[in-house]
C-alpha cells in the first residue's frame, strides 16, 4: 500500500507542476470566472455554459482546454446557488435545493451567511470528492486494463440505459431520447467501408454533425428561446451583501460541519454512478438531513444544514464524476460527455489508458481541481457583490449577446454556415423537446456514445468471429448486460405503475419563480 501511495504523490507532485504553469493557471481562472458569472444567471447552467464555450477550447492544447471546461462545470456548481438564495429562482435543477432553505434565510435578512456557508461547504465536498478521485481513479484504471471490446460495449450500454432512466423525467422517453442519438451518431462516413450512412447526399453531413453544434443548439440556443418573455425582479430581491453579513456564528459553524462531512460522502458516491449526478445527490442529502435533525420542521424555514449538506453533495459529486469519464471513457451525464467529446476532438481517447499515455494532463486536471476551488473561494466570499450585481443584467441585452457569440463561436471552428444552420435547428428541437418534457440530455450521450458503442461492438464481433455469445461468456459483459436488463425491466414495471424510477422525487420540490 505504501510503495502505491508514494507513486500517487510522485504524480500529484508531477500534476501541480503541470498545473502551476502560467498558461494552466491564466486557463483555469478563466473557467472558474466564467463558470461562476454564468452559474449565477439563473437559467443557464454549466452544460449551456460548456456548450456554449466549446469553440475556445479548440485552439488550445490539450491540457489548459480540459482545465478550462471542468472550471466551467464546478464554478456554475459553486455559482448556482447565488440566484437560488438571493431571488428563489433555481438556474438549474441541483439548485433548486438550495431554494429551500437559502431563501427563506435571505429574508431573515441572513442571505450573506448562507451564501458563505454555500462556499465553504461546495470547498469542502469539492475537496472530499478530489481525494475520493485521487484514491480510487489509479485503482480503477488498471482493473479495466483487463476489459475487452465486449465488456466496454456492455458498460457503454449500461451507462445509456441507467442515465436515461435514472434521471429526470419519463424513462420511455429518456431511452427514446438515446435512441434517436444513437442514430445522429451514425450520420457520416462509416471509417470501416468508407460508405456514406444517413447524409442524404448533403456534403456537409459527409463528416457527420458537429457536436458543438448539436449541445449548442440543445442547451444554448434552445435555453435562449425558452427564456423569452421572463421578467425577473433582481433589483427589488437582491439584498446589500457586505462581508459583515457574511460571517456565520459559532452555531452556524457547529450546526453545519457534520452536515457537509455527510453531503460530501453522499454526493461522492452519487457522482460516480451514471445518470445520477448533483441533482439526485442534493435531494439525498436534503432528504438525509432532515431525516437525522432532531427538529425536522426547521427545515424549510432557513435551517442552515439545508443549504450546508446539498452545497457539498452537489459539488463532491461534481468532482468524483471525472472518475467513470477519464479512467473509462464512460460519462455519466450530459456535461461528462462534453468532457469526453472535448479530449476526443482533442485526439486524446479516454480510458484506463490515458493515464499512462498522458500522464502529465490527467494529473495536472486533478493538480487543477485543488487550484481552482482554491481560486473559487477567493472569486465568492470578497467578490459577492460583484456576482449579486451580476443579476441585475436585463435578459434582453442578455440572451442577444449569448446568440451573437453562439453564432460566432460555431462558425470559427469550421468556417461553415452549415453549422450555424445546424445549430439553430437543433436549438428549435431543443426547444420542442422541453415543451413536450423530453429530457436533451440522454440524446446527447447517445450522440457521442454512439460510435464508440459500435467500433467496440464491431470489435468484438471480429473477434467472436460473429458469434453474439462472447458477451455472456465472459464474466464482466454478462454481469453488465444482466444489470442492463434488470434495469429496464425496473424501468418499465415502474412506468406501468405510473412512477418515476428515481432515488428521490425533484418535482416535489417546487421553488417560487419571480413573476
Not at 434521471?167 to 420511455?172: D, F, T, V
Not at 454481469?479 to 412506468?495: C, E, R
Request: charged fraction near 10%; include cysteine; proline fraction near 6%.
Amino acid at each position: 500500500m505504501e510503495p502505491l501511495s508514494m507513486e500517487v504523490f510522485g504524480m500529484l507532485g508531477m500534476g501541480f507542476a503541470t498545473a502551476l504553469s502560467p498558461e494552466n493557471l491564466f486557463y483555469c481562472f478563466v473557467g472558474v470566472f466564467l463558470g461562476t458569472f454564468i452559474g449565477v444567471l439563473p437559467g443557464i447552467g454549466s452544460l449551456a455554459a460548456i456548450s456554449m464555450l466549446l469553440p475556445l477550447t479548440f485552439h488550445l492544447e490539450a491540457t489548459p482546454a480540459i482545465i478550462m471546461l471542468a472550471g466551467i462545470y464546478y464554478g456554475a456548481s459553486y455559482g448556482g446557488s447565488t440566484a437560488s438564495i438571493l431571488l428563489n429562482l433555481p438556474g438549474t435543477p441541483s439548485g433548486a435545493v438550495a431554494c429551500l432553505d437559502g431563501y427563506p434565510m435571505s429574508k431573515q435578512g441572513r442571505g450573506g451567511i448562507a451564501l458563505f456557508m454555500t462556499t465553504i461547504a461546495s470547498f469542502v465536498g469539492a475537496s472530499i470528492g478530489i481525494i475520493i478521485m485521487t484514491v480510487f481513479a489509479p485503482k480503477l484504471a488498471s482493473v479495466a486494463l483487463a476489459f475487452g471490446p465486449a465488456d466496454y460495449f456492455a458498460m457503454m450500454l449500461l451507462g445509456l440505459v441507467a442515465a436515461s432512466t435514472l434521471a429526470q423525467g419519463s424513462p420511455i422517453k429518456g431511452i427514446a431520447m438515446v435512441l434517436l442519438g444513437l442514430c445522429l451518431g451514425m450520420v457520416g462516413t462509416d471509417v470501416q467501408t468508407g460508405q456514406q450512412r444517413y447524409t442524404f447526399d448533403i456534403p456537409y453531413l459527409s463528416d457527420g454533425l458537429s457536436l458543438v453544434a448539436v449541445a449548442m443548439g440543445l442547451f444554448g440556443v434552445a435555453e435562449v428561446i425558452g427564456s423569452i418573455g421572463r421578467v425577473r425582479t433582481a433589483d427589488a430581491a437582491a439584498e446589500k451583501i457586505t462581508m459583515r453579513s457574511m460571517m456565520p456564528s459559532r452555531q452556524d459553524w457547529k450546526l453545519s460541519w457534520k452536515p457537509m462531512l455527510r453531503g460530501s460522502g453522499i454526493g461522492s458516491f452519487v457522482g460516480v454512478l451514471p445518470g445520477a449526478g448533483g441533482t439526485i445527490a442534493s435531494f439525498m442529502s436534503y432528504a438525509v438531513e432532515k431525516k437525522v435533525a432532531k427538529d425536522p420542521s426547521r427545515f424549510g424555514k432557513g435551517a442552515i444544514e439545508g443549504v450546508a449538506s446539498p452545497e457539498a453533495a452537489n459539488n463532491a459529486g461534481s468532482q468524483t464524476a471525472f472518475i467513470p469519464t477519464m479512467t473509462l471513457g464512460i460519462p455519466g451525464d450530459a456535461v461528462m460527455a462534453l468532457m469526453l467529446g472535448a479530449l476526443i476532438i482533442q485526439g486524446i481517447q479516454p480510458g484506463p489508458r490515458l493515464m499512462t499515455e498522458y500522464p502529465e494532463m490527467f494529473w495536472g486536471l486533478i493538480a487543477s481541481f485543488w487550484i481552482g476551488n482554491v481560486m473559487l473561494v477567493i472569486l465568492n466570499i470578497p467578490l459577492i457583490g460583484l456576482w449579486v450585481r451580476m443579476l441585475r443584467i436585463p435578459y434582453s441585452i442578455l440572451y442577444p449577446s449569448i446568440m451573437v457569440f453562439i453564432c460566432i463561436g460555431v462558425f470559427s471552428i469550421n468556417n461553415s454556415y452549415f453549422d450555424v444552420v445546424v445549430v439553430m435547428v437543433f436549438g428549435i428541437i431543443g426547444f420542442a423537446m422541453m415543451k413536450l418534457k423530453f429530457e436533451p440530455a440522454p440524446l446527447l450521450l447517445g450522440f457521442i456514445l454512439g460510435p464508440l458503442m459500435e467500433e467496440h461492438l464491431r470489435r468484438a464481433m471480429l473477434l467472436s468471429r460473429g458469434d453474439l455469445a462472447v458477451f455472456w461468456e465472459r464474466p464482466i459483459s454478462a454481469t453488465l448486460l444482466t444489470v442492463t436488463t434488470l434495469m429496464l425491466v425496473w424501468a418499465a414495471i415502474s412506468t406501468i405503475r405510473g412512477r418515476r424510477p428515481s432515488v428521490l422525487q425533484p418535482a416535489e420540490v417546487k421553488p417560487a419563480t419571480a413573476e
